[in-house]
């Protein structure tokens, strides 16, 4: 006698549908679809039902350095850290977001790149960075001015900026930021990252990608 089992032969016909026709574009999104199974089937055709209803915002920090020589910026090496962080975006910046909308304030003010040596972990509440380069900046306590443009697609945007510094930070730098103006301003988004250091003369290029994905 031969036994046959088929896979998910447990799951109910109309979770099944909700997996077969629901398919997720974030990470949050999948890791529900995955523990899916594993809930009560109305418990989860509901909270698949509430996520397919929302909008998740994402961010990715990609920094490459480029070494300066003798005090001269980009003539020495490259080095490429790839994605060294994967949050957060703040509380400041979608109220921003909103406001926006009303016209009252400008998104596309969010180009301006900051760096910083602060460790604390990224909250939502967060303002601006725990320690913020200031003369070491070039010209001084002036964040980079990034572009604006799409990423990978449609919905993606992209922001990419280089601070050349001509001072040594006194620290390694742990901390990155996106923010509405060159100094002050409102922070859009925080991240920190392992520690690199730089010197006078050395630049860091930072690639910051906000995803936005409609139904989870």
């Not at 109305?42 to 998740?56: K, N, P």
């Not at 280089?162 to 988004?189: K, M, Q, V």
Request: hydrophobic share 35%; proline share 4%.
């Amino acid at each position: 006698m031969v036994e046959v089992l088929v896979k998910d032969l447990w799951i109910p016909p109309s979770l099944k549908e909700k997996l077969k026709t629901w398919s997720p574009k974030t990470d949050v999104g999948r890791f529900i679809r995955e523990c899916s199974r594993f809930l009560p089937p109305e418990m989860a055709v509901e909270l698949i039902d509430r996520f397919s209803r929302i909008v998740v915002l994402q961010s990715q920090l990609d920094i490459v350095v480029f070494r300066g020589r003798d005090g001269v910026p980009f003539l020495g090496p490259v080095e490429r850290y790839g994605v060294v962080s994967e949050k957060v975006i703040t509380t400041a910046g979608v109220n921003y977001l909103v406001d926006a909308w009303q016209n009252s304030v400008e998104l596309e003010n969010f180009k301006y790149h900051s760096l910083g040596t602060g460790s604390t972990a990224e909250a939502n509440g967060d303002t601006g960075l725990v320690t913020e380069l200031t003369t070491e900046y070039n010209p001084d306590s002036t964040r980079a001015t990034g572009s604006l443009t799409e990423g990978a697609g449609a919905n993606i945007f992209r922001t990419v900026g280089t601070n050349t510094l001509d001072g040594t930070p006194g620290a390694a730098l742990r901390e990155h930021g996106i923010h509405s103006a060159t100094s002050a301003g409102t922070l859009w988004d925080r991240s920190v990252y392992a520690a690199i250091t730089l010197s006078s003369g050395d630049s860091l290029q930072s690639t910051y990608d906000m995803t936005a994905s409609a139904g989870g």
